[in-house]
């Protein structure tokens, strides 16, 4: 079975630090996700990577930047974390080219974080 | 941009009774999928729909994918106690190349014994 680890399940941090979220697939798949879901939001679209060393925006990519240095891991990074970016926050990857259309998500445990 | 809707954002039902949820997406869809996540739990990926008009059955769980490949359902006979979570669709646009999902608000299913 595909396993999307993420770190932390839970996180406390004050606003304006420094906040790093990083997520880890164990079968080599290509596209990695992150994802926050919200009550009656359901799951948005932050960053997507196809592949090592590339990112493409989401939906809702302002105050968020992503790293992806090797294939298995992609990194969520708040650069100066803010109360409304009090949520939780789901990985998942899939395999599947641009052009294969298949593309299913398998998703992490998600890591819950609050900005006090 | 594109924005996947869905309803109802609740719904509480007998134990034995339907349920139905209905997702509608501003764009023509190239393919929809469904994922279901457990109080508690992560979104797990159910079915995935293709063709137009396309119908699937998963044991009591039947998919339907509309015509204009616009809009979706996912119907449930006879609920049971092991239905309860958040269903999500999740559609990609028909854009070449665009392997962007957008998923839906969701709609909670809770089963009152």
């Known amino acids: 079975d595909v396993k999307v680890t993420q770190s932390s399940r839970y996180l406390v941090k004050r606003t304006g630090e420094k906040v790093f979220l990083e997520c880890v697939q164990d079968m080599d798949h290509e596209n990695m996700f992150w994802y926050r879901q919200d009550p009656g939001l359901g799951l948005r679209l932050i960053y997507f990577?196809?592949?090592?060393?590339?990112?493409e925006k989401g939906d809702i990519p302002e105050g968020y930047s992503v790293s992806r240095e090797k294939k298995e891991r992609f990194s969520l990074i708040l650069e100066s974390a803010s109360t409304n970016q009090t949520s939780m926050y789901l990985c998942?990857?899939?395999?599947?080219?641009?052009?294969?259309?298949?593309?299913?998500?398998?998703f992490g445990a998600g890591s819950r974080l609050t900005v006090l | 941009g594109q924005q996947v809707m869905q309803i109802p954002q609740y719904q509480h039902v007998q134990e034995g009774e339907d349920f139905t949820t209905y997702c509608n997406s501003s764009?023509?869809?190239?393919?929809i999928q469904w994922y279901k996540q457990r109080p508690g739990g992560h979104p797990v990926f159910l079915i995935q729909l293709v063709k137009s008009g396309e119908v699937k059955k998963q044991k009591r769980l039947t998919f339907q994918f509309g015509e204009a490949k616009k809009n979706s359902s996912l119907h449930i006979t006879a609920t049971q106690t092991t239905d309860v979570g958040t269903y999500f669709c999740a559609g990609r646009a028909s854009n070449f190349g665009n392997e962007k999902l957008t998923f839906g608000t969701g709609t909670r299913l809770t089963i009152i014994p």
């Open positions: 764009t023509t869809l190239s393919n």
């Open positions: 990577s196809y592949d090592v060393k590339m990112k």
């Open positions: 998942a990857s899939s395999t599947g080219t641009v052009f294969s259309g298949a593309n299913v998500l398998t």
